[in-house]
């Protein structure tokens, strides 16, 4: 199984680091029927791995990604690399996600825009890119998309699928969709369910995009063009979401970019500065019409849609059967505290294990990105349960 | 080992039940009732090292502050519910019995007498609040803000409608000896009571 980095280059990273990682892409011919009626004839799927799957393929753990997120989870493509992997800070050896003891595996989800089938691929049947013309993909699709790889790579059952944001509502309908096949959940900074400000929020940033002249209706790679304007807006709008009003106020204040006011519509505030640069940042690195459908796939993601009582939500969770834990961070608002809360009291309803808390940081909905100690430490102590008996197979065997 | 109020619990509770554990702490209670009884259930906590350990046992625990209810909890949808050493330091602690019996048929509540002996020496005969192994906390840092004795409890039960099932003591680190069972009162340290609503 792969191994992804070797034991030389190792040695010049931080040994917490899982080091150097090369990603890998699985091809898949048998069609996918996807939620929205339309069907995927073969895709391939990108994802990297991290640790080593032991013998009896039982410590494999699922790394879903959020919305702006793909597969590079963990570790360093190049030695010279400025940034780690987006979860670098909770996975590795001795980590929460311990690779020492866990085979983790983070793929880039269906309709990405860093290697996995997207709006960037070329549609087998016209031979043009698909563009626009990529179907809406859901939360659902991809958990079923995930599975295959699972089944590719041999895993029957994960020890543990994790994820924060909409990776943590990818790990939800994990255990509704795939309850044999998940031994434990950890969702993190998520929400069983997007708020109407949410969907307004994407909204926002979706106008932002569609309405740029660059974006032709979708078919700007045909132009050679790229909406850069609306996605660089989209993602100042994003951005300030993920923020909380203090971790901005302390970071940036009112400071300005240089002494005096300039009675114009530049740069000012450094605030000002620092959300031009992401956008602009992001805006050369991310494919347009994969927002636009990530965000639709938060947007329509809702598993107590399907039941109407008062208890819809605990009801959609009665085939789970593997332990949760849920965190939420104090100042998040974008997926406040209540929201995850919410699904504590689902679950709770619907009588599965589930651990709750409710992390202090002053970094919004970031806070489950960045380092954090009581959050590695309740993260860990989760994980070491996930960790398979060694001694549960000759138990089994015996009895 | 357990605390001694503990131990006195967990053979109050019922094989198999479904309990709810306000104030879990490390959750050393919930897990041995799951281990040897096959006790389901949640323990609440607000405490993060608490929660921690909670998770790291496996215990199911859910972050929450006492005094914003029991909201979330359903009417009657466990067996037991178990609150130790924190009736004290609630805001309300006859809402918090009511919605005690509101989730739960039975419901179990240990907290510091403030009436033991020792704590009426303090303020009886030198004049000092009360600082002991039940209550170590000085006056103005302390979290215990509803002191109460075994007989306030039974009049708050009294008030309520309460019928109280069982009643037990503990002193130190074990259960009570014949004086304390005698006159649980002035003997009893530790309070403790185990409550169904009359039917």
């Known amino acids: ?399 | 080992m357990m605390r001694a109020d503990l131990n006195i619990i967990y053979d109050w509770i019922a094989p198999d039940a479904h309990v709810l554990d306000l104030a879990c702490g490390d959750g050393v209670l919930l897990e041995n009732l799951a281990r040897h009884k096959g006790v389901t259930g949640y323990g609440l906590e607000i405490d993060p090292d608490g929660i921690t350990r909670c998770v790291a046992r496996g215990v199911s625990v859910i972050e929450h502050n006492l005094d914003d209810g029991l909201a979330s909890f359903r009417d009657q949808s466990y067996d037991q519910v178990i609150m130790t050493q924190a009736l004290q330091a609630l805001r309300r602690p006859d809402k918090m019995l009511h919605e005690m019996l509101r989730v739960a048929n039975e419901g179990i509540i240990t907290f510091p007498n403030f009436a033991y002996w020792r704590h009426r020496v303090h303020l009886g005969l030198r004049g000092y609040m009360p600082v002991s192994k039940s209550l170590p906390h000085a006056w103005y840092d302390t979290p215990n803000i509803h002191l109460s004795t075994f007989n306030d409890f039974e009049h708050l039960c009294r008030d309520q409608g309460l019928v109280i099932v069982d009643r037990a003591v503990g002193v130190g680190n074990h259960r009570g000896h014949w004086t304390s069972r005698l006159w649980p009162n002035l003997f009893g340290e530790i309070a403790i009571f185990r409550v169904r609503r009359r039917l």
Request: with cysteine; charged share 20%; glycine share 8%.
């Open chain 1, 1 to 399: 199984m792969p191994d992804s980095h070797s034991a030389d280059t190792e040695s010049q990273l931080l040994p917490d680091s899982v080091g150097l990682v090369t990603p890998e892409v699985a091809h898949f011919d048998t069609p996918l029927a996807l939620a929205c009626g339309k069907t995927l004839a073969a895709y391939d799927l990108v994802y990297e791995t991290y640790g080593t799957l032991n013998a009896e393929r039982t410590n494999a753990v699922l790394v879903c990604h959020a919305l702006s997120g793909h597969h590079h989870a963990a570790g360093y493509h190049h030695p010279d690399d400025r940034k780690p992997g987006w979860w670098d800070a909770y996975i590795g050896p001795g980590k929460s996600v311990d690779t020492n003891r866990f085979f983790v595996i983070s793929l880039n989800n269906l309709g990405g825009c860093h290697g996995s089938t997207g709006p960037l691929s070329h549609n087998p049947e016209t031979g043009r890119l698909w563009g626009p013309e990529f179907p809406m993909v859901t939360v659902s699709d991809w958990v079923h998309s995930q599975a295959r790889l699972a089944d590719r790579l041999g895993i029957e059952r994960f020890a543990a699928v994790i994820g924060g944001s909409l990776g943590g509502m990818q790990v939800l309908q994990w255990s509704i969709d795939y309850p044999e096949r998940i031994a434990n959940a950890a969702v993190i900074a998520a929400t069983p369910r997007l708020s109407a400000q949410n969907i307004a929020f994407n909204e926002v940033a979706r106008q932002a995009i569609r309405s740029d002249p660059d974006f032709s209706d979708g078919w700007y790679a045909e132009h050679n063009t790229v909406p850069k304007r609306g996605l660089k807006l989209a993602r100042m709008v994003g951005h300030i979401t993920y923020l909380s009003a203090d971790a901005m106020g302390s970071k940036f204040g009112r400071d300005l970019r240089s002494d005096d006011l300039h009675f114009g519509f530049g740069v000012d505030f450094q605030v000002e500065s620092y959300l031009r640069y992401q956008g602009d940042t992001f805006s050369t690195t991310f494919d347009a019409n994969t927002y636009l459908l990530m965000t639709k796939a938060l947007d329509y993601f809702d598993p107590a849609a399907e039941h109407d009582a008062e208890l819809a939500l605990a009801q959609a969770l009665t085939p789970a059967q593997c332990p949760f834990l849920v965190l939420s961070f104090t100042s998040d608002w974008r997926f406040p505290p209540s929201r995850s809360r919410e699904l504590v009291d689902a679950l709770i309803h619907a009588g599965k294990p589930v651990s709750y808390a409710n992390i202090d940081s002053p970094y919004g909905h970031d806070a489950f990105l960045l380092p954090e100690p009581r959050y590695e430490a309740i993260f860990s102590a989760f994980m070491q349960r996930a960790e398979p008996d060694p001694n549960a197979e000759s138990k089994e065997r015996q009895s």
